[in-house]
């Protein structure tokens, strides 16, 4: 899978999910550091690439829409520190493969990951 990590997460995710056999890129590898949301999912969009980030506004259904990208992962943290986001990316990655399909927001929280999909 493809991934893009927001700037706002640590750097460790691209390499972790290299690790794991995944293809991701930060948005400071690609120069998109400070780019507005709308600017930022359009180049996910662009290259099929799902969206890792902190950003709650990713979350709003209303202003993304599920079949409006590749797919969004909102990180809901206790804290953010770098253990405690690296913990949670590592939980997360034996999961991807439900990924798969594309056009899904996940939010990734300590004791749970919800998930909505298209129907």
């Not at 202003?63 to 409006?68: A, V």
């Amino acid at each position: 899978m493809k991934f893009k990590i927001d700037e706002n997460l640590p750097v460790e995710f691209a390499e972790m999910l290299r690790d794991s056999g995944n293809d991701a890129v930060t948005v400071d590898d690609e120069a998109l550091s400070g780019s507005p949301d709308s600017q930022l999912l359009e180049h996910c969009c662009h290259e099929e690439r799902v969206l890792i980030t902190l950003d709650l506004d990713f979350g709003n259904l209303t202003s993304y829409p599920l079949s409006s990208h590749a797919g969004i992962l909102v990180f809901r943290p206790k804290s953010q520190d770098k253990p405690t986001l690296i913990s949670l990316l590592r939980r997360v990655v034996p999961e991807l493969p439900k990924l798969s399909n594309g056009k899904q927001l996940w939010i990734v929280e300590p004791s749970r990951i919800r998930i909505r999909e298209e129907s």
